[in-house]
């Protein structure tokens, strides 16, 4: 997506929240769905989800290593998956503290 590593795990962290509240919210909308609906739709946002986040992840690292620049991309994709691996960190810790909470 882009060159700046924190936008590219901020982009994917902004996914999830989209595709969580979707999911979190979309049950309040619809109540109990049965029938084969549910999982070719769940098995939809999935497959997307994997491209997608290839996308985010992958497509520039690609684009600069089939340009030349190796370690640029690897340094590239290294950096936005350890801020995407931070952020989770920080999530789950939140999610931890908060959970009696909730």
Known sequence: MTKNP????LIAIA???VIASF?????????PVRGIIVPVV???IFVLSAAFMGLVFFY???QMYLDGDKKGSLSLF???MMIFAGVTILLVI?????APRL
């Open 94 to 98: 939140i999610l931890f503290l908060l």
């Open 60 to 62: 520039q690292p690609v």
């Open 42 to 44: 769940m098995l939809s």
């Open 23 to 31: 999911l979190y919210y979309g049950q309040l909308f619809l109540g």
């Open 6 to 9: 924190f936008t590219n795990a």
């Open 15 to 17: 996914y999830i929240a």
């Open 78 to 80: 290294t950096k936005t």
